[in-house]
């Protein structure tokens, strides 16, 4: 990772670019969440032939709509290649450090399986284990773990701990969501979700409507999704949230000034029977410092079997788990509910990911 005239430029270090020379303990914070989004990225260079070859993937923010096109064609290969033989092995030797600093379903298992099916191997640390509990600053941590793997991927509670892990690292490091801050995979993975059960063609991304509800002050979800949508022509977003969790006025300002119309709502019924695609999020209990604020806010936005017959037929539901109380369980039945097949497309995106970054995509056919 290179800081250069400004720019976060992200890659491996080379002379001239200072770095950080910070330690980084897992209890400390590197930056507010205005403060990381406020960050400008570097977007992919894709006049590249391997143009995520070597590179780190901290933010939504490096991404343009050929690089967001590139990922879902190299999704759309490792497909046709895993229905066929179920595993590949273009990254046969290979190793990821899989370091997972906060509780995680679904990433660490889609990262892991993901690198498995691509025939590498993975060397799993989590907080349970990590010698953080003998007072390993992070920065120690990452320094180290350079050493066994060809790529990190990292989640951890702090906001800008995976750009942070970017500076000291060697190895490219993937960002799999830090604390209130971004998500970029988990963003990639939703639009290319709605690809895939929209037929598979760019076409039929264009022009729909997104609405995005629950918590979207600490969803760290909302905030990359909000940024990849812009690259997408036609989009509108609806936020849908108490006033108390609303999207943060500078990724609403961001978003906007990138073309795309937006409406803020506390009524989720004023919009569903507009809605193409609905992304529900839970209220996040581990963000709040106060408890009786969580109480207040949970439970105000329940997507059930009567909220969703007020929806078109062809909507799309999807939500990036867990989930707790805000969809009942009789909507899992519901075609339009898509959040239990998420996880599949999730795997295949990160797998794109994963051998984009290690530089083998190039071995697909």
Known sequence: MRRCSGVVRLGRRSAGCSVSKRSFHASSSLYTTEESWKKEFE???????????GKDIISAKQFNRDALKFVIDIGDRITKEINKNNTLDICRGRLLGNVILEPSTRTASSFHSGMVRLGGTVIPINAATSSALKGETFSDTVRVVQNYVDVIVLRHSEVGAALHAAEVAHVPVINAGDGKGEHPTQALLDVYTVYCERGQKWSNLEGLTWTLVGDLKYGRTTHSLSRILTLIPGTKINYVSTDNLKIPDYIKADTEARGVKVRELNNLEEVIGSTDV???TRIQKERFTDLKEY???????IINPSVMSRGKSDMMLLHPLPRVDEITDDVDQDSRAKYFIQPRYGMITRMALLSSVIGRESELR
Do not use: L, T
């Open 278 to 280: 609905i992304y529900q």
């Open 43 to 53: 977007e992919f260079d894709m006049s590249q032939k391997q143009p995520f070859k």
């Open 295 to 301: 109480e207040a806010q949970k439970g105000k936005f």
